[in-house]
């Protein structure tokens, strides 16, 4: 595939400058990077023409040449004599004038063959910039970003502004097609910081910064969801005795318990890892689910019984004595 290639050049003090007819006092100055100031004195101005002479060392048959003034293009013309053969681009102006003082410029722009392959000159360009990472001490931690590559470009890492020394044992730096990478192995508070990665090349140069913030690992506590080791049980019972259902539970943090009769709470002092719920004196109506339930920030647990309570048998006996009627029971 043909790909143009262009530059801008003029005259410098190597190229010829004639001036027919005449030999007129002149001066030939470069000025910024490849243009030529061409500047005459004023006392001789009368009648001058100036040829202005261009030697291509490289060129071909699909060369283009064109002549600026400033920023004005120059075509041929009773004032301009433009002309190109075999590599060699001239201008000839006639009657020179104060008011043509000033920059020529002499613009070439050439093919070149190339396997299907498109010249591009430019300075480097993050495609994928670099990102903030976060780690805890010991853990490795990978930077990476995508480059343009036409031409290759040199990549430079550093942190805090200070380049990045080879270290295999700490550092790895690795590219494939445009992807550059660093690897920072077993990472530690020192590590922490602004991390650069610089890009250049013959046309300029790219660069982008992330930050690494490293962190210790955090204290991590033993814990456990609450565990039963004894759990309640049924119980039945007569009327008026006293009742106490007793369990054992176990946690970290220490789980907080909550004791309920059908579904509705009630109160209990535990004491140690063995909680007792005591009944004095039952009743009939003390007959019920009884449930527990332990709780920490890790989970819960509950464990339930039922109490079963037997009312006496009550037997009513009347007796006569002297006109008194006595009445007992049998329990």
Same mark, same amino acid.
């Given at each position: 595939?043909?790909?143009?290639?262009?530059?801008?050049?003029?005259?410098?003090?190597?190229?010829?400058?004639?001036?027919?007819?005449?030999?007129?006092? !002149?001066?030939?100055?470069?000025?910024?990077?490849?243009?030529?100031? *061409?500047?005459? &004195?004023?006392?001789?101005?009368?009648?001058?023409?100036?040829?202005?002479?261009?030697?291509?060392?490289?060129?071909?048959?699909?060369?283009?040449?064109?002549? /600026?003034?400033?920023?004005?293009?120059?075509?041929?013309?009773?004032?301009?004599?433009?002309?190109?053969?075999?590599?060699?681009? =001239?201008?000839?102006?006639?009657?020179?004038?104060?008011?043509?003082?000033?920059? /020529?410029?002499?613009?070439?722009?050439?093919?070149?063959?190339?396997?299907?392959?498109?010249?591009?000159?430019?300075?480097?360009?993050? @495609?994928?910039?670099?990102?903030? !990472? @976060?780690?805890?001490?010991?853990?490795?931690?990978?930077?990476?970003?995508?480059?343009?590559?036409?031409?290759?470009?040199?990549?430079?890492?550093?942190?805090?502004?200070? &380049?990045?020394?080879?270290?295999?044992?700490?550092?790895?730096?690795?590219?494939?097609?445009?992807? /550059?990478?660093?690897?920072?192995?077993?990472?530690?508070?020192?590590?922490?910081?602004? /991390?650069?990665?610089?890009?250049?090349?013959?046309?300029?140069?790219?660069?982008?910064?992330?930050?690494?913030?490293?962190?210790?690992?955090?204290?991590?506590?033993?814990?456990?969801?609450?565990?039963?080791?004894?759990?309640?049980?049924?119980?039945?019972?007569?009327?008026?005795? =006293?009742?106490?259902?007793?369990?054992?539970? =176990?946690?970290?943090?220490?789980?907080?318990?909550?004791?309920?009769?059908?579904?509705?709470?009630?109160?209990? !002092?535990?004491?140690?890892?063995?909680? @007792?719920?005591?009944?004095i004196e039952v009743f009939p109506e003390d007959a019920a689910q009884y449930t527990c339930e332990a709780k920490?920030?890790?989970?819960?647990? =509950?464990?339930?019984?039922?109490?079963? *309570?037997?009312?006496?048998?009550?037997?009513?006996?009347?007796?006569?004595?002297?006109?008194? @009627?006595?009445?007992?029971?049998?329990?």
């Amino acid at each position: 595939m043909a790909a143009k290639k262009s530059w801008d050049t003029g005259l410098n003090s190597d190229r010829q400058v004639k001036v027919p007819g005449r030999n007129a006092t !002149r001066n030939v100055q470069r000025t910024g990077s490849s243009p030529w100031a *061409v500047s005459w &004195r004023r006392q001789n101005l009368v009648e001058l023409d100036i040829w202005l002479v261009l030697c291509l060392q490289h060129y071909d048959k699909n060369t283009e040449v064109t002549w /600026y003034f400033g920023s004005r293009k120059l075509t041929a013309s009773h004032k301009y004599e433009i002309n190109y053969a075999n590599g060699v681009a =001239s201008i000839y102006v006639k009657d020179i004038e104060e008011c043509d003082d000033g920059l /020529y410029r002499c613009k070439v722009v050439t093919e070149e063959r190339e396997d299907n392959t498109k010249i591009l000159q430019r300075p480097p360009e993050f @495609t994928l910039p670099l990102y903030n !990472r @976060t780690a805890y001490i010991g853990e490795d931690v990978r930077f990476g970003v995508t480059i343009t590559v036409h031409p290759e470009p040199q990549v430079t890492w550093l942190k805090a502004g200070h &380049r990045i020394k080879p270290d295999p044992a700490k550092y790895t730096f690795t590219s494939d097609k445009g992807l /550059y990478q660093l690897m920072i192995h077993n990472v530690e508070l020192v590590d922490d910081g602004e /991390y650069t990665v610089v890009a250049n090349n013959k046309f300029g140069e790219d660069s982008c910064k992330a930050r690494l913030t490293v962190t210790p690992h955090p204290v991590v506590e033993d814990t456990m969801r609450p565990m039963f080791k004894r759990l309640l049980a049924n119980i039945e019972c007569v009327e008026g005795q =006293s009742v106490q259902f007793d369990l054992r539970v =176990s946690g970290t943090p220490p789980p907080t318990l909550k004791w309920e009769k059908d579904g509705k709470p009630l109160e209990c !002092r535990p004491q140690g890892n063995e909680f @007792t719920l005591l009944l004095i004196e039952v009743f009939p109506e003390d007959a019920a689910q009884y449930t527990c339930e332990a709780k920490n920030d890790y989970g819960q647990a =509950s464990s339930s019984a039922t109490l079963n *309570v037997e009312g006496t048998i009550t037997q009513s006996h009347e007796c006569v004595y002297k006109n008194w @009627t006595f009445t007992y029971h049998i329990v």
